[in-house]
Structures are given as structure tokens and as C-alpha cells.
């Protein structure tokens, strides 16, 4: 078998003209400014530059960078949420992301009704969701809830009922972002082994965290990306070194 993922020169570009708000207080403010005329390429922001990288079956792959580096938007090019201006992305096996948890959720619906609405958008089979319900709940530890609607969840219940459900199958490659910071302690190490059981199940996994230390214990390589481009890969414990080392520098 060859490569689980193959990321092959991606570059993602935003229109920053688009996504600003536009006021009628705006427009009378810039029509008495005598200011240069912006041309679209001045709003064109490169959130992702050239970048490539492969993935082998069973690899722990994890991401480091500042806030704003393009990481995320790295993983929902590969997830296929997004699709690159310039390049392509080639996947081989199934994949479960977990980015933005809870971005399939209903927040007028109950967790209940949530359970199976989001384990349809996964792909999820209504008598697959009713075989693993109990097992769902269980896991998310929100028995008493259930009935609740879910706009009244704190963000860690709405992140720990998302977990629970997405966790539910084994896919070849799982995609993470920042999945172990949710919850209480106890569930953060609760899902942080539920990750390795299915790492140690030979699950292909991507991974974006903040936090130093998981990435290490998990990963078998580290990507560091900065402004959108590549800056280092390899070796876990030196990439990491060298992205703590460019931080502190920075104090």
C-alpha cells in the first residue's frame, strides 16, 4: 500500500475584501477619504503557501505554529472541507475529522436528537447510531442531559458529546484539532487514551495542538508551519525543539 495522504503543493488564498463587514457608515466614511483605490490582489491573503508533505499508513503526524499559521486551514484542505487554490490533496482510506466540534450540531435540538443528526453528516447509519447509543452517551458522561437542547451546554459538553460520537467508528486516518484541550481534566485524559487505542489500532492520524508536550507523546513527526508556509519537518523532538526555541526568542 502506499501513502495514506499525499499533499502535493497546496496553497489556499482568502479574499479579505469579502469577508469584511460592510456598513452604510463605512461607505460614507471612504467616500469623503481620499484614499489610495485598493485593487483586489491588495485584500489576497495567502493562508497557505506551496506546501507538500506525505503521510504513511499508521504515522502520527503533528502540527506546530503560531496562531494563525495556516494549520487549521491545512487540515480542512486535507478533510476536503476546503478546496485548494493551487494544488491537490490525494487520500487513500476513509477519514474522521474532528475540527470545529460540534459544527454539525443543531444548538435548538436536544443532545438526544444531536447524537443522531451528527452520526448521519459522519455517515453514520441510523441502526449503526442505535447499536453504539448507550455507548455514546456513556462516554460523554451526559446521561442527565440528554433531553437538554444543546444551546444550553457549556462548550466543553457540546466538544465532549461531539467527541463521543465522532470516536464511535475506526477510521483509517483521524484528523484532530485541538481536540485534547476540551472538558475537565478527567476527560481530556479520558479522550487523550481513547486517541491512542486508536493509534495503537494502526489509525493514520493528523494532529494540530498547542500543546508541546501531547505532541510529543503522540507523534512520530512533527510539521512546524508558519505564516502559511513550511518551516521544518521530521524528527519529533527536534522540530519541536527548534519551534520552542523560535518562541521564547520571541519573549
Not at 76 to 93: A, D, H, L, Q, Y
Not at 106 to 128: C, P, V, W
Not at 168 to 190: A, M, R, T, Y
Not at 197 to 207: E, F, Q, R
Request: charged residues 25%.
Amino acid at each position: 500500500m502506499g501513502s495514506m495522504i499525499k499533499v502535493n503543493d497546496v496553497s489556499m488564498k482568502f479574499n479579505l475584501g469579502i469577508e469584511k463587514n460592510f456598513s452604510l457608515k463605512l461607505f460614507f466614511i471612504n467616500l469623503f477619504k481620499h484614499k489610495k483605490k485598493e485593487s483586489k490582489a491588495d485584500k489576497d491573503f495567502w493562508a497557505l503557501k506551496n506546501i507538500s508533505f506525505t503521510v504513511e499508513p499508521g504515522e502520527v503526524v503533528g502540527f506546530v505554529g503560531s496562531n494563525g499559521a495556516g494549520k487549521s486551514t491545512l487540515l480542512k484542505v486535507v478533510s476536503g472541507v476546503m478546496k485548494p487554490t493551487k494544488g491537490n490533496v490525494e487520500i487513500n482510506g476513509n477519514i474522521c475529522p474532528m475540527i470545529e466540534l460540534g459544527a454539525g450540531f443543531d444548538m435548538d435540538l436536544t443532545a438526544h436528537e444531536n447524537i443522531y443528526l451528527n452520526g448521519s453528516i459522519l455517515g453514520y447509519s441510523r441502526a449503526f447510531i442505535d447499536e453504539k447509543f448507550e455507548e455514546i452517551v456513556k462516554f460523554s458522561e451526559l446521561q442527565e442531559f440528554l433531553e437538554v437542547p444543546v444551546r444550553n451546554f457549556s462548550s466543553g459538553m457540546v466538544a465532549r458529546l461531539a467527541f463521543s460520537i465522532a470516536t464511535q467508528v475506526d477510521p483509517e486516518i483521524l484528523i484532530v484539532d485541538e481536540i485534547l484541550s476540551v472538558g475537565d481534566l478527567n476527560f481530556q485524559q479520558k479522550s487523550e487514551a481513547k486517541m491512542r487505542s486508536m493509534i495503537s489500532g494502526g489509525t493514520t492520524v493528523l494532529y494540530v495542538s498547542h500543546s508541546i508536550e501531547s505532541i510529543k507523546c503522540l507523534c512520530d513527526k512533527v510539521i512546524w508551519i508558519e505564516r502559511g508556509q513550511m518551516i521544518m519537518s521530521g524528527e519529533t523532538e527536534k522540530v519541536c525543539e527548534a519551534y520552542y526555541q523560535s518562541q521564547v526568542s520571541k519573549l
